[in-house]
């Protein structure tokens, strides 16, 4: 058995027809360096509060409060002599100032007390507000001020009492898309150009882009708003980036040299490696990684010979293997490999492969490693794709998307019991790889951007697709990139208009379609050439 094997899959279309081997890969885009980033003005602070003013009281005069009046004798000292009330007369004036004064001071103590706390208070309704407005994020406009008394999480540099700032500026884009220039996507398949990862404690999602002075740059997101501005972790790069985080307190962030070679930079217990480390090799398409929380890292890229290569760190070895060089997993690929990192349901580690590879017309092949019976042949071979295929790893499933030949979307899947399925058309008119994430046990959800340049959506539930694609907007110059944020929240990132990040969110729930949602825009200059291997 070769290892293209084709693994006793029917054909039962053109997207189950084995492909023949075969050259023909695109020459690479060059990157121009460009000018550095802008520096990203910090968001204006909530306006102070400031105490209501108190006018002073003015003592009135006395005969406003009645005419004074004279006790009668109490009837048990009837007949006895009337005590003198002259001395009260003449000090009564004396008597309601001091009570005045004294009013006032009380006034002036309540007022110094009360207005912090409804500060303060105000303050804990706008925390709240961030959860409860705009599918689950903050307003457009809310920016919150923290006061010395709070303390938020933040970044390299993080400021705990500076104002943190909204989760990006509203924003919006013309229909049809007018007075922008053309989208990078625009006549090919355009490539996932961001990369993400995070952090359980505190719950941090880290977002990495290349910027257009070819190096890494990167923001935190955190409490669902941004916790820091982009900053720069330097490096002059050819790729665009990929992340993953392989325990809590660590992350790491990949990407192609200049020289071809990869290199990786590590944030471990809120601190980044001063240096750009490098893994070595003669890269031909953008690192791919992902890590499990157990101290086991991979990465994989596609060699000058279109064979794909494999790194891995071991908690073991505590260090990058195999020792000295790349393994070498074989094959002929045409596209990016694409890899997912598992743990199945009997708690055995599993990592899968997808590439697109063969002659003309590259099918999807799949490769699959589990730490009971180390790697599987290759296995597929079908159908007819362009750009990067994608793919979703779960416990005992993995699915796999990619843009046919026809623009389409195509799906398949495996499953431990039944092996791989046919590919089936989900129809549209793509011009992006696709992003797809596992949003709950028994849901997909799967976006590209269309060829009006717009955000698409459609979505599986119960092994049930929606069946139409939901526009969501936007204007693209990458592929989207989808961030499960948190339980109930769903940020989708992409490239827009002039390199600047831009992003919307949805509120995960029961039903196929999202619904409408706002855009905002989030600063940043990032490239929009890119570094791919095969044709677009």
Known sequence: MSQWEGGGIEQASPYDRPRAQGPGWSTLPEVAPAPSLPEVAPAVNLPEVVPEIVPDIVPED???????????????????????????????????????????????????????????????????????????????????????????????????????????????????????????????VCPQMLASTGLANPATTFLFGRGSDSSIWYREIGDSLWQTEWKSLGGTFLSQPAAASMRDGRVDVFAIWADQSARFKTFLNGTWDTEWTSLGGACTSPPVACGVPMDNMDVMVAGTDHAVYHKFYDRNITDWGPAGDWENLKGWVSSSPQIGCATNSEG?????????????????????????????????????????????????????????????????????????????????????????????????DVLAVGNDTRLKHKAQ?????????????????????????????VAI?????????????????TRFLWGPGDWYSDGGSMASNWYRLGPA
């Not at 004064?101 to 804990?124: E, H």
């Not at 049930?464 to 109930?488: I, M, Q, R």
């Open 62 to 188: 006395s005969a406003k409060f009645g005419p004074a009046t004279t006790p009668q004798a109490d009837s048990h000292q009837r007949g006895a002599t009337k005590p003198r009330l002259g001395w009260l007369r003449r000090r009564r004036n004396r008597i309601i100032l001091a009570v005045v004064v004294a009013v006032l001071i009380i006034i002036g103590i309540v007022v110094g007390v009360v207005v912090p706390l409804t500060g303060r208070k105000r303050l804990v309704i706008q925390k709240i507000s961030y959860f409860t407005n705009n599918h689950g994020f903050c307003t457009p406009t809310d920016t919150v001020s923290l006061s010395s008394g709070d303390s938020q999480g933040g970044g390299e540099g993080a400021n705990p009492t500076s104002a943190l700032p909204a989760f990006g500026t509203p924003t919006s884009f013309p229909t049809p898309a007018s007075g922008v220039p053309a989208s990078a996507c625009q006549g090919t």
């Open 348 to 444: 055995v580690r599993r990592l899968d492969l997808v590439a697109y590879g063969g002659g003309q017309e590259y099918g999807m092949y799949f490769k699959m490693w589990n730490a009971t019976s180390g790697w599987d042949v290759w296995r597929g071979g079908v159908g007819a794709y362009r750009g990067d295929p994608t793919l979703v790893s779960t416990a005992d499933r993995v699915d796999h998307f990619g843009i046919g030949t026809d623009a389409a979307i195509w799906h398949s899947s495996w499953t431990n019991a039944e092996g791989h399925t046919n590919a089936a058309s989900l129809g549209g008119t793509f011009q992006s790889a696709v992003s797809a994430i596992a949003t709950g046990a028994s849901r997909l």
């Open 461 to 489: 539930m119960n092994g049930t697709w929606g069946t139409e694609w939901e526009d969501l907007g936007g204007y693209f110059n990458s592929a989207p990139k989808a961030v499960v944020l948190n339980e109930t929240v």
């Open 493 to 509: 990132f992409g490239i827009g208009p002039n390199g600047t990040i831009i992003h919307t969110t949805f509120t995960i729930g």
